[in-house]
């Protein structure tokens, strides 16, 4: 719907309509929050806005850009204020034009001459134009508009001027005749019986009116309803109050010196991001730029001792071993930077000093021999302010899969092939590898879906139940990948878990680990699972290679390119 339909619309219901003034698209939308029916694009305020007398010192397309500005940042109809339409008829055809082009619902042209003056500023010059010349204007808007909902708005001066209420019955009369959608009495009379007065004696009922009670200030929107005006304007609020705020934060922030001083009289910066949308903002990021935002870091654990590959990593630790000319952290690097995180850090321990890659910040475990992977991992707990997305040194993986893992919507995702009944079924039959080499990290989810043969992965990820090896593999739904990604919240929620932990946790068993500091990863994964913490899996199908015996070491060679 067009928002000068919105405007008719509003037109056509019972009771006032009121508007608020506004100068720019961030009081547009704090005027839309507070439930007004539309804006007014107050030529008093966006004048002040550039710090300038509302006397028409801007021109025609600078107030129309503001305009523009407040109808794109807010679904309200707005009723672009357009003072004497900029000159005379003729510019008032290319104002009709230009503003319903641009989508605002109506404009306003007031009987001042071209330059006019603010109707409140005192002691200065002020002429109003010829009663005919101004109903010309109105015929000019009416005879250019395309749209039939476009309304245009004849305002008389007469009662500013001082020229009195027959005149102004003259004259708002006249502008009816011409056409006008309505007619705007204004005065700067300090009670309302001037407008009142006005309405009361308004003889043209096919065109309402509409007032701006700035100077009568105390008369309510309800009792001017009743008078016979159907639009009320408040017209210079939003400038009027900012002013006053701005004034007061900045002297005290000046006298004081320290920024704290004006924690009272200033939004949080949350409220200014709701404002302008950076919610929405996030939305579209993950929708539709390439995954890995610059803001995501890569935490690669590194620091075991591989036992089933000796002796191949017998100085070796299993990161570096080559696989056609590239060890695995090197290719690791090669897919993390492709996808745009360029922010790498690696937890070493076993035969660091065999892992010096450039461009990666070194995190050490000095104790790798006699504390898990847990523990190495939060060697590494300053790469884990934001988000960040944690791998096992490992495993080699495509390209896509790290893609999805990045766009996760999910605070906590895990990686998880959902191939694992089959891997499951020929492992029985063949060469069942957790029986040689320990089972398998395997997931249970919450909402599996499909799984199996012709599988197409969720879109969504779903919520992770269960995680570690002793989830029963005949009924587990997949294995964890050792790739899991954290958002700021997640890694928030890990870090503070882990923290209490460390802290109250001082002995006993910790999930499948027979303490908190011989426990892995997916112990503490479980960990927040039970604590309601949402992980979600996402879905994997293949297309990846844990590297821990020669079997997979050869099966590697066997598929990787030089
Ligand atoms: C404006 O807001 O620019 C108006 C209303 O024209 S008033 O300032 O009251 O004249
Ligand atoms: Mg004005």
Known sequence: MTKARKLRELMARPGPIVIIGAHNGLSARIGEEAGFDGLWASGFEISASYAVPDANILTMAENLQVAKMMNAASSLPIVADCDNG??????VIRCVEEYEAAGIAAIC?????FPKRCSFYAGVKRELSDVEEHAAKVRAAKATQRDRDFMVIARTEALIAGWGMEE????????????????????????PDEVLTFAKLWDRPQTPLVCVPTIYRTTKVETLHQAGFKLIIMANHAIRSSIKAMTETLQTLRKEAYTGSVDDKVVPLERVYELVGVDKMKKEESAFLPAGSPGVTAVILAAGQSQGLLPLTENLPKPMLDIKGKTILERQVEVLNACGVKDIAVVRGYKKEAITLPNIRYYDNEDFASSSELVSMFHAAKEMKGPFLFLYGDILFERAHLEKMLKSPADISLLVDRAWSETY????TADPKWEKRGA????????????????LGADQPHQVAKVGRGVDPSGAHGEFVG??????????????????????RTS???????????????????????RNIDVQAVDAYKGWLE????????????????
């Not at 900029?86 to 510019?91: E, L, V």
């Not at 919450?446 to 199996?452: R, W």
């Not at 990604?485 to 870090?495: D, H, P, V």
């Not at 590297?547 to 030089?562: G, S």
């Open 425 to 428: 079924a020929q492992s029985k």
């Open 109 to 113: 042209i007031e009987d001042n001459i």
């Open 168 to 191: 102004a019955l003259h004259r708002g009369r006249a502008y009816a005749d011409a056409g006008a959608d309505m007619v705007l009495i204004h005065s700067k009379s300090k009670d």
């Open 547 to 562: 590297i821990d015996t020669f079997e997979d070491y050869r099966r590697a060679w066997a598929l990787l390119k030089e």
């Open 440 to 455: 398998p990290d395997l997931v249970l989810l919450k909402d599996p879906q499909e799984s199996g043969y012709r599988f």
């Open 86 to 91: 900029y000159g005379n008829a003729i510019n």
């Open 508 to 530: 006993g068993a910790f999930h499948e680990a027979d303490s908190l500091r011989n426990a892995s990863f997916t112990d503490l994964v479980q960990e927040l699972i039970d």
């Open 483 to 504: 790739m899991a990604m954290f958002s700021q919240k997640g890694a928030r929620a890990l870090t503070d878990v882990y923290g209490q932990l460390r802290e109250t």
